[in-house]
């Protein structure tokens, strides 16, 4: 049986999720940013229509752009209705493939007997269940392959939110859709195609397997089956853990302040260390990041003997590196902690001498955990070096 895959992404999903919960901003101008020293990161239609350009610094944008609405993001938000947006798709199909906070490809395959629909009918009763049950509206591309849905995904936003791309709109999609348009085309290899005379889709998949795969590599012929309609990527639900974890935010105004800073350090550790317990993994590489009003960072980070997922624990290290690069001299505008080298945490190599410490760290991380997921982030604090 052909494959046929549908990717689910949802509209101007961080400025969706803020009108779900305020009504009252649907159908005016509203933009998530990354607070005062950020850029806009989220438009809704009406500020698209504004001329909000994404990713423009938060205070032009207030200058430039007055009666448009500007938010700062608010993350846990958007984590809860991506989670929720996420248990319809695995609801509704046994075989979904989250790629980001927003977006997730769905196996459609089969489903047209259980459903009693046609693909068009089942994408069409999908994207109203989402808007029924969380009140997030989203684009539905549904073809033959990953590549194809994400290019009809694409085209719903301007086609009532549902597309599909079979044998015949390909034909006609292909010699208008520019090579850079293609996922996984990034600007080096669009002016390299270029070089060559290939400016579209078209152009592409009319070049011979053997001569994408000597003259670039076998993704690139792969990606030719992909357009033509061939599923080669398959649908891949199994869980990733992340290959590092990272936790920044920036303030207003810039700072030098010292205390102030490791307060903010301090959050960072929490909110990466619980991110860390989240996927079971355990850190061996601490970096600490300060970035000055003017842009420029300053990072250190050091490998650490035993691998660890508590605050505590982490902190002491975290706060050597932060000595090691802070200049009461400059004004700062952001800070970061980043974890790297992780592994899980079942099989850490543990030191002998530290195997009760370890183990009270464990339980006393995992009580925090539990009250928070009780009663809240944040309903409990832990003290730090």
């Not at 509704?92 to 997730?104: G, H, K, L, W, Y």
């Not at 800070?335 to 945490?345: E, H, K, M, P, R």
């Amino acid at each position: 049986m052909d494959k046929v895959y549908a990717l689910i992404d949802c509209d101007s999903f961080f400025v969706s999720c803020e009108q779900a919960v305020c009504p009252e901003l649907k159908g005016k101008p509203v933009c998530v940013t990354g607070g005062v020293n950020g850029c806009v990161v989220s438009r809704s239609k009406e500020a698209k229509k504004a001329g909000v350009p994404m990713g423009y610094p938060t205070f032009m944008a207030k200058k430039e752009f007055k009666d448009v609405i500007y938010l700062d993001g608010n993350h846990e938000r958007y984590k809860d209705f991506s989670l929720r947006v996420m248990a319809i798709l695995k609801d509704f199909s046994p075989n979904v493939e989250v790629c980001s906070i927003d977006e997730a490809y769905v196996d459609f395959t089969g489903l047209c007997k259980l459903y009693k629909k046609n693909y068009f009918e089942l994408a069409v009763f999908l994207r109203q269940k989402i808007l029924d049950e969380v009140d997030i509206p989203v684009s539905i591309g549904v073809s033959k392959s990953k590549t194809l849905a994400k290019f009809a995904s694409d085209y719903a936003k301007n086609k009532g939110g549902v597309y599909l791309i079979g044998k015949s709109k390909l034909k006609k999609i292909l010699p208008i859709t520019k090579v850079e348009d293609i996922c996984g085309v990034g600007r080096r290899m669009k002016i390299a195609l270029n070089k060559e005379g290939i400016l579209t889709c078209s152009e592409f998949v009319s070049k011979s397997d053997e001569w994408l795969k000597n003259k670039y590599s076998i993704i690139y012929q792969e990606l030719k089956h992909e357009l033509l309609g061939e599923c080669i990527y398959k649908i891949s639900p199994e869980y990733k853990a992340p290959k590092s974890i990272q936790e920044t935010s920036s303030f207003a105004p810039s700072t030098n302040e010292k205390d102030f800073l490791k307060n903010e350090i301090k959050k960072h550790i929490k909110d990466a260390c619980r991110k860390l317990r989240k996927h079971n993994l355990k850190t061996s590489n601490i970096g600490v990041m300060l970035k000055t009003k003017d842009f420029v960072v300053y990072s250190d980070s050091k490998n650490i003997e035993q691998a660890l997922n508590f605050e505590i624990d982490i902190s002491k290290p975290a706060f050597e590196l932060f000595e090691n690069i802070y200049n009461s001299d400059l004004l700062y505008r952001s800070t970061g902690v980043f974890f790297s080298c992780l592994s899980n945490a079942d099989i850490v190599q543990g030191n002998l001498f530290d195997v009760q410490t370890s183990k009270k760290s464990d339980k006393l991380s995992s009580s925090i955990d539990k009250i928070e997921a009780k009663f809240g982030k944040g309903s409990i604090k832990t003290g730090f070096v």
